[in-house]
């Protein structure tokens, strides 16, 4: 069986929804996202990296705070 990208493909993406800016400010880290759990028992992944990455690629970043961590 051949696989593209592990990453699926993001397409026609127009604006940044409320749950893409959610996931850029947590910087695609799955971890604390409401649709972990979702995709935990399923043969499907989450496409929504693949889909701020291209947002960030075609669109930009959005205007948003994005928290930052300092650590010792």
């Known amino acids: ?6 990453m699926g493909r993001a ?12 996931c850029y400010k947590r910087g695609c880290n799955c971890e ?4 972990k ?3 935990s028992g399923s043969s499907q992944k989450c496409q929504m990296k693949a ?3 291209e947002l960030v ?3 930009g970043t ?7 961590i300092i650590s010792d």
């Open 11 to 22: 397409i026609a993406v127009r604006r940044w929804t409320p749950t893409a800016i959610e």
């Open 62 to 68: 959005p205007n948003v705070e994005v928290p930052q």
């Open 51 to 53: 889909s701020v990455l």
């Open 37 to 39: 759990d979702f995709f």
């Open 1 to 6: 069986m051949l696989r593209s990208r592990d």
């Open 32 to 35: 604390g996202c409401f649709y």
């Open 57 to 59: 690629r075609v669109i």
